[in-house]
């Protein structure tokens, strides 16, 4: 058998893949992700979510000396491929090419039956880049090699009245190559050790940059991190990297992964349309491209149109809303959705998606246009929802529509 393996040196601990195994193959504990041998079979649902490519391993083995998921908890790297047996060399190449066919089946019939009831899952968006789209580089440093960066900027960009905390963090990578691109993120290791006594895991930031820096030409780049003090319940709590990375000061240094991510990437071409529906901290990704376009318009290489739906709770949690405030309206159609502004309707994403809906199937119609959605996981519902609502009043089919997005690589989620 192909035993599907996780590479424990550069998984980055997120979760992504075990939210996404429909059978519970995947599980962990407090070291590695592992995948139960004597229940995966190799639908591939869990690929596309992964930003590292930790998930992408197999290795041939005999059925019954599947290396155990106790054996894969110890393991702190990848061990290597063993040569099978005299003799069954051949029969193992016809088995692969049998796994192959039956995981791209498999695989086929998940992303099918998604887009015909319209629920989100891994195969909500776009398993691949735009076309057009940059090459990324990826895991050029990982848990074993990892890159330090030292904070040249640390700045609240939510107002002092908020309670909501959210920072600006701007690390410099000297003469380190650290080559990105929009959309990409990075993981940061906050020092100390957990409640058993091993260093913490990597936490994972999407990039708030363009590809030239936060200063251009500058071998820097932004995250966007919101300090965490309670859960989703509602409990106190104390963020490990989140309070470690909003508490840094300039000169000090911070150890760093990746880069990570090869779909969420937006498109190299002028006329290119974005369509950017974000909440919270889901908006570093979208500050990144909207400079990135920013800067290319000054000198006419982008022509494109920007589309922005941005929510948060009042108008004081909005990161980034002064500058955001400041970009020509030209340049950047601006919506901005306040769930608990003081005299105003509760207001989401979806809700505005929707009342915009002329305007937003104007887009869609267009093949430059690109999608691209990031905040919180239960935001992707309501945007999935909101979209089959724009696409049914356009007069078309939403299962037609969004099979076409995912195909061309211009439908792409990025939630936790």
Known sequence: MKQHLIDPEICIRCNSCEEACPIDAITHDASNYVVRPDVCRSCMACLPVCPTGAIDNWIRVLADEAYPIEEQFGWSALPEEQPLPEGLEEDAADEDGAQAARAADGAGQAAEESVLDGTPSTSAGSGVPPWSAAHPYVNLYTHQHAATATVVGNYRITEDSAESDIHHIVLDFGRLPFPVLEGQSVAIFP??????????????????????????????LSITVKRVTRDYDGRAVRG????????????????????????????????ANLLMICTGTGSAPMRAMTERCRRLARTDEYRGRLMLFFGARTQRELPYFGPLMRLPKDFIDINLALSRE???????????????????????????????????????????????????????????????????????????
């Not at 470690?244 to 190299?268: A, E, W």
């Not at 724009?390 to 529509?401: C, K, N, S, Y």
């Open 342 to 416: 003081p005299g105003q309707p509760k207001r989401y994403v979806q809700d505005l998606l929707r009342e915009r809906a002329e305007d937003v199937w104007a887009l869609l119609q267009q093949p430059e246009t690109h999608i691209y959605v990031c905040g919180l996981k239960g935001m992707e519902l309501g945007s999935l929802d909101a979209l089959r609502s724009v696409v049914e009043a356009g007069g078309q089919r939403w299962p037609d529509v969004h099979a076409e997005l995912k195909a061309q690589g211009r439908l792409h989620f990025e939630t936790y």
């Open 240 to 271: 490990v990297c989140s309070n470690y990375l909003c508490d840094l000061h300039r000169g000090d240094s911070v150890r760093v992964i990746g880069p990570l991510g090869s779909t969420f990437l937006m498109p190299n071409l002028a006329e």
């Open 191 to 220: 020092p100390g050790e957990d409640a058993r006594g091993r260093p913490y895991h990597a936490r994972q930031y999407s990039i708030a940059s363009p590809r030239d820096g936060e200063r251009p030409r500058y071998n820097n």
